[in-house]
């Protein structure tokens, strides 16, 4: 059952262009079970709204020129939930990945994985990784489905790896770290979004993560919905990003990048 929200009747007023497109964005999915809550639902009922809620922002970022997403759908530290929690996430992947596998990869949506499939049933990690499969060659939008994925587990891995490879510790960079993490081939997220009005990273992409814009609201996942992103997008249009460095930096840099332009126009 899904449930025509407010949020639901904007979805689909046609929106202006956005001058400023964030190329990565990370979404941490939260309050689901309050949204079930407040409707006197079970916390089930949340997360397949939640569910809902996700095919419709996938394609939202397509349509917003996004070209990499990456959702938090299991944490390892989720697996502390009731075992029926668990089961029903499980459930919920291979719904997905049963039923939208076909359309997604129709809209050129290519599915990765992040996390770790040990400790996930066998059946259901063999369809992530054939999913995963199928849409390789996809190009209009990267999905990584964060899935018993945690950041620290990630850096623990990576380190495993590095020692396992007999790197000396004093070639390490922070590239050599880089290309063991799970997104080594992409760019890390240019912005963070976090629904249900927490302000906390939770153990996602805290590597990753380090410059991202965050951005947060009071709104639950379910009902965040196409124009609640696109708010999200302006808001990230409108911040200054300045690694460290100083606005006059900044200014500079920006009146250097626009001159290079216009001479080679
Ligand atoms: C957090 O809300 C949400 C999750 C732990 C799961 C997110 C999952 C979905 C949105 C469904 C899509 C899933 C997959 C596997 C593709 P919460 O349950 O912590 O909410 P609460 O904080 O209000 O209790």
Redesign the pocket.
Known sequence: MTFITKESRREQVALPPLDKVPEHVAII???????ARQRGLP?SA??RQ??EN?RHIIRASAEFGVRIMT?Y???TE?WSRPRREVML?MR??EM?IDRELQELDAEGVQIRHIGELDGIEERLARKVVEACEYTRYNKRLILN?A?NYGGRDEIVHAVQNIVRDGIAAEEITEATINNYMYTSDLPDPDLIIRT?GEFRLSNFLIWQGAYSEIYTTET??PDFGRSAFYDALIEYGNRRRRFGKTDDQIDAEYIQQSYFKERTV
């Open positions: 999915m939260d309050g689901n079970g309050r949204w916390r949340g997360h939640g569910t996700l959702i759908a299991f944490s989720n996430l919920i992947l997905v489905v899935f249900s639950y996942w």
